[in-house]
């Protein structure tokens, strides 16, 4: 089992930065990547970014070049989230994708971004 613990959500205005962190425990050593997902109430959730433990970085178009996923400690991921958007406003989950493809998930954190 892997426990996922997020943080760093908060209430921002547009144009303002946020840094979020996900931090994995127990059975982490199969870990393969840590990934960010959002989510908004009515829809199904959607990827953000996701960094394997190699250090490679993927993002979805609708964040590339404004948020930036790194890797720290190798059970960690932060993702700094800049010139943020209302349409950003989300509910922000953590995902660890494991070697053999079991996958868990965080609780999740708010960013709300709004004027």
């Known amino acids: 089992q892997v426990q996922l613990v997020e943080s760093g959500g908060g209430l921002v205005q547009p144009g303002e930065s946020l840094r979020l962190s996900c931090a994995a425990s127990?059975?982490?050593?199969?870990?393969?990547?840590l990934g960010w997902y959002r989510q908004v109430p009515g829809k199904q959730h959607a990827w953000v970014a996701s960094?394997?433990?190699?250090?490679?970085a993927r993002y979805a178009d609708s964040v590339s070049g404004r948020f930036i996923i790194s890797g720290d400690n190798a059970n960690m991921a932060h993702l700094q989230m800049n010139d943020l958007k209302p349409g950003d406003t989300a509910l922000y989950l953590c995902?660890?994708?494991?070697?053999?493809?079991?996958?868990?998930w965080g609780q999740g954190t708010q960013v709300t971004v709004s004027s």
């Open positions: 960094i394997t433990q190699t250090g490679i």
């Open positions: 995902r660890a994708g494991m070697h053999g493809g079991n996958e868990y």
């Open positions: 127990g059975s982490i050593a199969a870990l393969y990547d």
